[in-house]
C-alpha cells in the first residue's frame, strides 16, 4: 500500500517519484511479482516518514513504466485500475501493508452519455477559469474516452476538486449518483473560481 496526499481514480494516470527506502522496497516487490499496489489517501499526516491515518477506500495503481535512478530512487508511471477497501491494516514491513477487497463496479450504462456531456461541459467551464486566474491546471481541451464509464472516471480526475472531494466521488458505489455529485462539485469550484476571478 502507498498512502499519498492525492486521490488515485480508476482510469486516471498518476505519476511518481519515489525516494523513501521503503517505497523503493515495494517497487521492487510489485515489479517482482504483478506490478500492482494500493493507493489510499491520507486523512491526517504527510507523506513522509509514517504514523498517518488513512482513508479506508482506495484504488490499485498498476505499474506501466517504471525507470530505475542511479541512486536507487525510481520514477514510475502508474494507472488506476479498480476500488479497493481496506479491511485490515497489518505492521509496516517495511512499507505499509492491507488485506484489501475489490469493491464492485458497476458500470455507467451508454444511455447517460448526456450526463457525461454536461458534466464535462462545467468541468471545461472550471479548468477554464483556473488557467484565468493564472494557476497551475490540466487544459479544458482534454479528449474522453468514448466508453462513457472511463469518461466519467477522467472527468473526476480531471476537475479541480480538493482531495476530500475527490474520495467523497471514489467512495460513492452508484455510478450515476457519482456522476451527478461530480457534476454539482465542478459546478461550485467553477462558480467560486468566478467570483475569484471577479474579485481580482
Known sequence: M??????LFPHAVLPLHVF???YR??????????HEFGVVLIERGVEVGGGDTRFSVGTVARIT???PMPDGRWVLLTVGARRIRVATWLPDDPYPVALVEDLLEPRLPDVA???????????????SLQAELGEP???????LADDVHVAAWQLAALA????????RLLEIEDPEERLAALTQLAVDAGDLLAYRLSAG
Open 65 to 67: 513504466e517504471a525507470a
Open 25 to 34: 522496497a515495494l517497487v521492487d516487490d510489485c515489479l517482482r511479482a504483478g
Open 113 to 127: 452519455l448526456r450526463a457525461v456531456e454536461d458534466a464535462a461541459a462545467v468541468v471545461r467551464r472550471a479548468l
Open 2 to 7: 502507498f498512502p499519498l496526499g492525492t486521490v
Open 137 to 143: 491546471t490540466p487544459s479544458a481541451r482534454f479528449t
Open 160 to 167: 479541480p476538486l480538493n482531495p476530500v472531494d475527490q474520495q
Open 20 to 22: 523513501e527506502e521503503r
